[in-house]
């Protein structure tokens, strides 16, 4: 590994996804910081800092993925002890945003806990936030400190063009008319066309597929969404697809959230090959079959170095990500 020329910064890993933080880490050059988290008997957390920070650019990579509350709250005591160590900065790397679904009020005195949660960060302490992959875009303006948003399509079309997709007809198809812009974005890299599915949804987590907008019939259809959560949105999607004509079907997203009965639906489905990031660490027991990841630890890292060096992050979210080429 390369060490990082400058000694002020750091990089800490909670307990999320340690896995990518490690990696991360490798990527930029410095050692994972020093740092015990353990829980009183009675579930409270207690974290403690065993090195010295005062003064350092400190950089905290958790996802706030199952179970998100603990995940959450680990960082928010992070954050705050941090600040009574007297760090320079604290730079909060959230590559997976829990509570990013409920970004409005769909219905009458239903809360927003995506600004929140963006305020508890704040308050806590954060200078500064880097993410991947919001569910909806605007979440960067619930929070009052800078918010880097980073995006996943790109490693996903390196994925396919890597794996023989050149040649193939591919449409590049939305599982809903929100995912339009995501979905636009990888059919650039993939030079393809985009369809829509559009869907209603009775109630939570049931997926109702109504019609395709678009050309499907004969190609090979790659479906995106930011998060695959109990699979309904996709299997369904991936269902209409095939029956209109589609000759293979693919899935990927950013982040495998897989709770319930995800994994049996997706292994259940005429989907051929579900590829996501490591953006939340996925057991051992969930990896294999038709999973499978790609990391996200260089784009973190190149973002990580260029905020620290004052250097414009904005060429990662315009540029196919050629630093990975």
């Given at each position: 590994?390369?060490?990082?020329?400058?000694?002020?910064?750091?990089?800490?890993?909670?307990?999320?996804?340690?896995?990518?933080?490690?990696?991360?880490?490798?990527?930029?050059?410095?050692?994972?910081?020093?740092?015990?988290?353990?829980?009183?008997?009675?579930?409270?957390?207690?974290?403690?800092?065993?090195?010295?920070?005062?003064?350092?650019?400190?950089?905290?990579?958790?996802?706030?993925?199952?179970?998100?509350?603990?995940?959450?709250?680990?960082?928010?005591?992070?954050?705050?002890?941090?600040?009574?160590?007297?760090?320079?900065?604290?730079?909060?790397?959230?590559?997976?945003?829990?509570?990013?679904?409920?970004?409005?009020?769909?219905?009458?005195?239903?809360?927003?806990?995506?600004?929140?949660?963006?305020?508890?960060?704040?308050?806590?302490?954060?200078?500064?936030?880097?993410?991947?992959?919001?569910?909806?875009?605007?979440?960067?303006?619930?929070?009052?400190?800078?918010?880097?948003?980073?995006?996943?399509?790109?490693?996903?079309?390196?994925?396919?063009?890597?794996?023989?997709?050149?040649?193939?007809?591919?449409?590049?198809?939305?599982?809903?008319?929100?995912?339009?812009?995501?979905?636009?974005?990888?059919?650039?890299?993939?030079?393809?066309?985009?369809?829509?599915?559009?869907?209603?949804?009775?109630?939570?987590?049931?997926?109702?597929?109504?019609?395709?907008?678009?050309?499907?019939?004969?190609?090979?259809?790659?479906?995106?969404?930011?998060?695959?959560?109990?699979?309904?949105?996709?299997?369904?999607?991936?269902?209409?697809?095939?029956?209109?004509?589609?000759?293979?079907?693919?899935?990927?997203?950013?982040?495998?959230?897989?709770?319930?009965?995800?994994?049996?639906?997706?292994?259940?489905?005429?989907?051929?090959?579900?590829?996501?990031?490591?953006?939340?660490?996925?057991?051992?027991?969930?990896t294999g079959g038709k999973i499978v990841q790609v990391s996200v630890d260089q784009l973190m890292a190149e973002a990580i170095k260029r905020i620290h060096?004052?250097?414009?992050?904005?060429?990662?979210?315009?540029?196919?990500?050629?630093?990975?080429?």
């Amino acid at each position: 590994m390369e060490h990082y020329s400058d000694p002020n910064l750091k990089i800490f890993a909670l307990s999320s996804n340690r896995p990518l933080a490690q990696k991360i880490a490798d990527q930029v050059g410095v050692e994972l910081g020093k740092v015990s988290v353990t829980h009183f008997s009675d579930g409270e957390i207690k974290i403690n800092i065993d090195e010295s920070i005062r003064g350092d650019h400190v950089y905290i990579v958790q996802s706030t993925s199952y179970p998100v509350n603990d995940n959450l709250m680990e960082l928010l005591i992070m954050i705050d002890a941090l600040r009574r160590a007297s760090a320079k900065t604290i730079n909060v790397v959230l590559p997976y945003y829990g509570y990013a679904r409920q970004d409005r009020k769909a219905q009458s005195r239903e809360p927003i806990t995506a600004k929140l949660v963006a305020n508890m960060i704040t308050q806590a302490g954060a200078d500064r936030v880097l993410t991947l992959d919001l569910h909806a875009a605007q979440i960067q303006g619930f929070f009052d400190i800078p918010v880097d948003h980073l995006l996943g399509a790109p490693l996903l079309a390196n994925y396919f063009l890597e794996n023989n997709f050149k040649d193939k007809d591919i449409v590049v198809v939305s599982p809903d008319h929100g995912g339009v812009t995501r979905a636009r974005k990888l059919a650039e890299f993939l030079h393809a066309p985009i369809a829509i599915i559009d869907k209603r949804r009775p109630k939570a987590n049931v997926a109702e597929v109504m019609n395709i907008i678009g050309d499907v019939k004969g190609k090979v259809a790659v479906l995106i969404d930011d998060m695959i959560d109990t699979a309904g949105t996709i299997t369904l999607a991936a269902q209409a697809i095939q029956d209109a004509g589609a000759l293979e079907v693919y899935a990927c997203c950013t982040h495998p959230v897989l709770s319930g009965p995800a994994l049996d639906r997706l292994n259940a489905s005429v989907i051929k090959e579900v590829v996501v990031t490591d953006s939340i660490q996925v057991p051992e027991e969930k990896t294999g079959g038709k999973i499978v990841q790609v990391s996200v630890d260089q784009l973190m890292a190149e973002a990580i170095k260029r905020i620290h060096e004052n250097r414009s992050v904005s060429p990662l979210f315009i540029e196919k990500f050629t630093i990975l080429d």
